[in-house]
Nanobody
Framework: QVQLVESGGGLVQAGDSLRLSCIAS????????MGWFRRAPGKEREFVAA????????NYADSVKDRFTISRNNAQNTVFLQMGSLKPEDTAVYYC??????????????????WGQGTQVTVSS
């Protein structure tokens, strides 16, 4: 059974930092691209960041580039999203997801086939 469990969300002030974690199980974690997406209230789900199977390739949405860092620890089946210089517009539910095996770092959510339940991040101004 594939399972993804996010944690680390919370309420912070603008300019603060936060680190999200996602523990994966049910698949050989070290062959799959992993991604982070978010959904803000009243908005569509959007891509945040992705990392390939060995951490050698990453992709970021323009809105988070230079502020967020995605990383992974294959020994712990965990993917992280370090978020810095947070803004109120970063407020959303953040989801991690399994992407394709051994293939790039796509931003297209249709290429991700298993999702966690999400963790809420709220940034106050």
């Amino acid at each position: 059974q594939v399972q993804l469990v996010e944690s680390g969300g919370g309420l912070v002030q603008a300019g603060d930092s936060l680190r999200l974690s996602c523990i994966a199980s049910g698949r050989p974690f070290n062959v799959y691209t992993m991604g982070w997406f978010r959904r803000a209230p009243g908005k569509e789900r959007e891509f945040v960041a992705a990392i390939n199977w060995n951490g050698g390739n990453t992709n970021y949405a323009d809105s988070v580039k230079d502020r967020f860092t995605i990383s992974r620890n294959n020994a712990q089946n965990t993917v992280f999203l370090q978020m810095g210089s947070l803004k109120p517009e970063d407020t959303a539910v953040y989801y991690c997801a399994y992407g394709p095996p051994y293939r790039g770092v796509p931003a297209n959510a249709d290429l991700y086939d298993a999702w966690g339940q999400g963790t809420q991040v709220t940034v106050s101004s």
